[in-house]
């Protein structure tokens, strides 16, 4: 017998392929496992990326005490990426549910710190999804891509990915980085 059975854990990751030239300066982590962030350049480029993992209840609220937590760290150069375990927009379940207040605190939070859903923003129509709750028969995207209208511009592309290893799909973000050339 394991002796992890029983026991949840949360654990968050930020791989980083040895194929780039990302040079870390800072790492931040909470002891829970629900967010790591790093703080680094790429080809002369600052880059911060922090992943969440938000728990099942209080999500939003969770989210928001991170923001503010961290608000020193993030800044025009920040992507968040995650399970957030909510809905940003109507179009993010299959049921299309009013988006409540607590969701809608989240969304204002967000707007304060200009920081917009990325993914949502590149596909505004879109009703592709990353989870499926099989009691409530419901299709959601929980997992977001958050960061600036700056770095919008930066973004080559962004796509849902079906994953057989996980209940959730993969939301991939592939940016396009200066190339140095000397």
């Known amino acids: 017998p394991s002796k992890w059975k029983g026991k949840k854990k949360a654990g968050v990751a930020i791989l980083v392929s040895d194929k780039t030239d990302f040079k870390p300066t800072k790492i931040k982590r ?24 938000a728990p099942n209840t ?7 005490q991170v923001l503010g937590d961290l608000q020193g760290d993030l800044d025009s150069h920040t992507i968040i990426v995650g399970d957030f375990n909510t809905s940003l927009s109507i179009l993010d379940r ?13 969304n204002s939070a967000l707007d304060q710190v ?9 596909h505004h129509k879109s009703t592709e999804y990353t989870v ?21 511009s930066k973004c080559k592309r962004t796509e849902i990915i079906t994953n057989s290893l996980s209940d959730h799909s993969v939301i991939k973000l592939e940016l396009r980085i200066k190339k140095l050339t000397q």
């Open 132 to 152: 499926f709750s099989a009691p409530d028969c419901i299709y959601s995207k929980i997992d977001h891509i958050i960061g600036s209208e700056t770095l919008l």
């Open 94 to 106: 299959s049921m299309r549910q009013k988006i409540n207040k607590e969701i809608q605190d989240l």
């Open 114 to 122: 200009e920081l917009i859903d990325i993914y949502r923003t590149l």
């Open 30 to 53: 909470d002891n829970e496992g629900h967010c790591i962030m790093i703080k680094g350049s790429m080809q002369q480029e600052e880059l911060t990326i922090l992943n969440i993992y």
């Open 58 to 64: 209080g999500a939003p609220r969770f989210i928001k």
